[in-house]
T-cell receptor
Framework: AQRVTQPEKLLSVFKGAPVELKCNYS??????LFWYVQYSRQRLQLLLR??SRESIKGFTADLNKGETSFHLKKPFAQEEDSAMYYC?????????????FGTGTQLKVEL | KAGVTQTPRYLIKTRGQQVTLSCSPI?????VSWYQQTPGQGLQFLFE???????NKGNFPGRFSGRQFSNSRSEMNVSTLELGDSALYLC????????????FGPGTRLTVT
């Protein structure tokens, strides 16, 4: 079974402060991990995926297979980062395009 | 390139009725997946269609069904609606191959009264 856990429903930080959104997963095979973001009144969109190993909008995430984690980090939060963030997992062995999502973390960046 | 479109955007139905939602993928995309989003359960996978065949299915009752047409457009149907079916239904499309990015539509907001 696939499971994604995001322990924080809401994370509030001040502008310029570091951000870390936590994500842990459970999957017996080879996973692909993603972070999706949903800004207010916009559709869900991909922020980054672990196989790309790139930084998007200053965000990075490293897959730690030992700790089964894929935490999202940004050194300096910006007001425009306020949004809902979802961690998601896709199985690379026979799973097709099925995404298993975490419950999401609402990031609020305060001035 | 036009994004994923879903129709209708809003729908109100009565318990016991059935409903059909439509999804038009990005041109060239052959995989279409459906998700249900509710405040209580979050985003849950319903099913995926690829080349008119169901490739994957989530843990939903048989009242939830779908299909895909030769032009890759997809529909999902919910029969005998229940109050708990009230949700935002999202559709996502991607190119063939599981390493390709999925693009989400704006969703259809279904309210069951």
């Amino acid at each position: 079974a696939q499971r994604v856990t995001q322990p924080e429903k809401l994370l509030s930080v001040f502008k310029g402060a570091p951000v870390e959104l936590k994500c842990n997963y459970s999957y017996s095979g080879s996973p692909e991990l993603f972070w999706y973001v949903q800004y207010s009144r916009q559709r869900l969109q991909l922020l980054l995926r672990h196989i790309s190993r790139e930084s998007i909008k200053g965000f990075t995430a490293d897959l730690n297979k030992g700790e089964t984690s894929f935490h999202l980090k940004k050194p300096f939060a910006q007001e425009e980062d306020s949004a809902m963030y979802y961690c998601a997992l896709k199985g690379l062995t026979g799973g097709g395009n099925k995404l298993t999502f975490g419950t999401g973390t609402q990031l609020k960046v305060e001035l | 390139k036009a994004g994923v479109t879903q129709t209708p955007r809003y729908l109100i139905k009565t318990r016991g009725q059935q409903v059909t939602l439509s999804c038009s993928p990005i041109s060239g995309h052959r995989s279409v997946s459906w998700y249900q989003q509710t405040p209580g359960q979050g985003l849950q996978f319903l099913f995926e269609y690829f080349s008119e065949t169901q490739r994957n299915k989530g843990n939903f009752p048989g009242r939830f069904s779908g299909r895909q047409f030769s032009n890759s457009r997809s529909e999902m149907n919910v029969s005998t609606l229940e109050l708990g079916d009230s949700a935002l239904y999202l559709c996502a499309s991607s190119l063939a191959g599981i390493l390709n990015e999925q693009y989400f539509g704006p969703g259809t907001r279904l309210t069951v009264t």
